[in-house]
């Protein structure tokens, strides 16, 4: 494991970059959601039997900017279950709380490679869950929030995603009671961390906190304000509250980074080089530090569980809005009139 002691007396230099001008980019989302708007590719989630009744055409894109310009269209305002988005959010309140070292130790930062509810990710690795973006790590990180009761670490966990979103969040009742009843692949799992001693607490009163969280009812307005909270240096863009520390920002968008697509995580931030993350009911939000957020809401999914008519969405935006991370032109134009051309490309 790299020692963070390398770096800790260096200071943290931050480089941002602009957006458009408010009505470019406006322009630009309204341009994204027409784009798309008749891909029917993919299926929408049937394991948790409420989402199967979703319409799946619906379709919401939202960008909010962390200078507070916000942007919605289509379905932006249409809510659904958060599901896996959530897990980022509890991960930022447990760094927050714990800080990156701890946290760090019992839920690890790396991605498995395997489906997100998979109980051999865990065996494999002895018990530790790797990964905070998957089920088992994501159980994991939940048994950290603070609380005498599972009900205390409920609230604390609507709490701060409430304040991330800038809104009073509200528990979906009907999804929460379909995924309770289905659940019992997530109990295996807590009860699985809990026989490694990975889990402190009772894991089926964990795995209800996790459920709940996961049927937080959001749109994709919200998840926008949510991401761009954490784009903001932990401050809401809309609201002016501080949630989150800069370093617990920096923190959270690295893990996601390489976990937020499940096992397609690789090739979302090859293709669009944003840290994000995705939930089975179809929304995906998409994070530009020092810019703002991006988020899609859309049912049907590939084989993976992200939703697709958001991913191309988002992919667009990230383009055309000049997003990825990756990115760049040279700083001079000199040095781009004296770069070496390429080796040309040999005849066959
Ligand atoms: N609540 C879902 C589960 O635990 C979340 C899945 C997801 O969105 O990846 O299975």
Redesign the pocket.
Known sequence: MLDPAAWRDVPQEVSTGSLPGWDRVEEIVRNAHSRYRGERGGTV?D??PVLAEVDPELFGLAVIEVGGGLHDAGDALHPF?I???SKMFVYALAIQEHGHERVREIVGVNNTGLA??SVMAVELNDGHPMNPM??AG?IATTALMPGATAVEQWERVREGLSAFAGRPLSLDGVVYAS?AQT?D??RALGRLLRSYGRLSGDPDEVVDV??RQ??LSVTAHDLAVMGATLADGGVNPVTGERVVSEEVCRDTLAVVASTGL?ERSGDWLFEIGLPAK????GGIVAVAPGKGAVAGFSPRLDEA?NSIRSQMAIGYLSRVLGLNLFASAPARREASATAPSPAPQEQS
Request: glycine share 8%; with cysteine; aromatic share 16%.
């Open positions: 989630a394991y948790i279950s599901q896996s988005i997100f509810n998957v089920n994501a995924e659940n692949r997530n996790y459920t996961c049927a499940y995705s939930g089975v009911a569980g």
